[in-house]
């Protein structure tokens, strides 16, 4: 399916600045009709194959432009519960990454040109989103220490307590994208997201960008958003802890019951680089802006600079001398 420009016939996309389905063609504003069509295989407008491999849900189509979303994978089991829509431009994303890397040195230039920016790719990524109930049992020995001095002597008294911590939490909606293709590492980096704008799916806000449902089932993400949760109730009960010199844990026991799931799309922005016979990938958060990845250096700019920082010492050295040999 599709939405169609009522005015000029062209492809609809959702704008994320104004919040609503924009014709670029000719300006347009919410005048979009859905055009439905079960078989994805071509594309309704100009009958080109459609190359949607094993997981895509939403794409361009190669031959006409046609922004797209296959029917079929936005339905019944594959249907998202929630969606984040994007909330910053494709236009302030490339001007981000331009900021964050544009000063660094020894980046390639072509890294941050204009038209290499542009092939940034806005896509909703499928998440599962976990909720549990945790709590965290931890039992150890602590020490306080005391010393003082009398006369010529001093002293150190050693206490030993035992420390008792039983410590519940409610973790609501933590995530796990279930997308093989995106940088598991680099999605954690550019959470975390604001849930409270998660608004009810619907397909129109992925018109204009590219889509995947989820790889797998839920229950093959769990063991990572599980341990996004126990780090965190970790990270609370050592906060608990505190007053003593050292503390022996001998016993630590976290048990997490999940009591929820849903199924969601969250936007990213992804810019890919191949430099070296090798792809640097750069995300950011499409709701927050967000950055994370790693940019390509060029050991030819290195060589340059180092020459050049070499020559300039030497020179100074050079003049230096001269105007000790004169003096």
């Known amino acids: 399916m599709h939405y169609k420009c009522n005015n000029c016939g062209g492809s609809m996309v959702y704008s994320p600045a104004e919040d609503v389905l924009y014709c670029p063609h000719c300006e347009g504003r919410n005048c979009g009709v859905l055009v439905s069509q079960k078989d994805m295989d071509v594309c309704p407008v100009c009958g080109a194959p459609v190359e949607a491999g094993d997981f895509g849900s939403a794409m361009q189509c190669g031959n006409c432009g046609t922004y797209l979303i296959l029917e079929n994978r936005v339905e019944d089991s594959y249907r998202p519960q929630k969606i984040i829509p994007f909330k910053i431009t494709k236009e302030q ?3 981000s990454i331009r900021k964050e890397f544009g000063g660094r040195p020894f980046i390639p230039r072509p890294f941050t040109d ?5 092939g940034i790719e806005g896509v909703y990524v499928p998440y599962w989103l976990h909720d549990y109930n945790s709590v ?16 010529d002597m001093q002293f150190r008294e050693t206490s030993y307590f035992e420390v008792i911590r039983e410590i519940g939490v409610d973790f609501d909606n933590v ?12 999605m954690d980096m550019i959470e975390p997201y604001n849930y409270d704008q998660m608004t009810d799916f619907s ?3 992925m018109a204009g960008f590219n889509g995947e449902i989820y790889n797998r089932p839920s229950q093959e993400y769990v063991i990572r958003s ?8 970790r990270k609370i009960t050592d906060d608990t802890i505190h007053g003593y010199a050292v503390v022996t844990p001998t016993s630590q026991n976290i048990d997490a019951r999940k009591v929820k799931e ?3 799309l969250l936007p990213v922005y992804k810019y890919t680089y191949r430099f070296g016979g090798k792809n640097y990938d750069i995300f950011v958060n499409g709701q927050t802006g967000k950055i994370a990845g790693e940019a390509p250096t060029s050991v030819g700019l290195a060589a340059k600079y180092t020459i050049a920082t070499f020559g300039l010492g030497f020179l100074f050295l050079m003049f230096a001398g001269s105007i000790a040999a004169m003096l």
């Open 114 to 118: 204009h038209k290499a920016l542009m």
């Open 226 to 233: 599980r341990t996004k949760a126990d780090k965190a109730i």
């Open 203 to 205: 397909p129109e806000f």
């Open 136 to 151: 965290e049992r931890f039992t150890g020995t602590g020490q306080r220490v005391r010393m003082w001095t009398h006369g």
């Open 262 to 264: 849903q199924y969601v």
């Open 93 to 95: 994303a490339v001007e």
């Open 175 to 186: 995530p796990a994208d279930a997308s093989d293709r995106m940088d598991d590492d680099l």
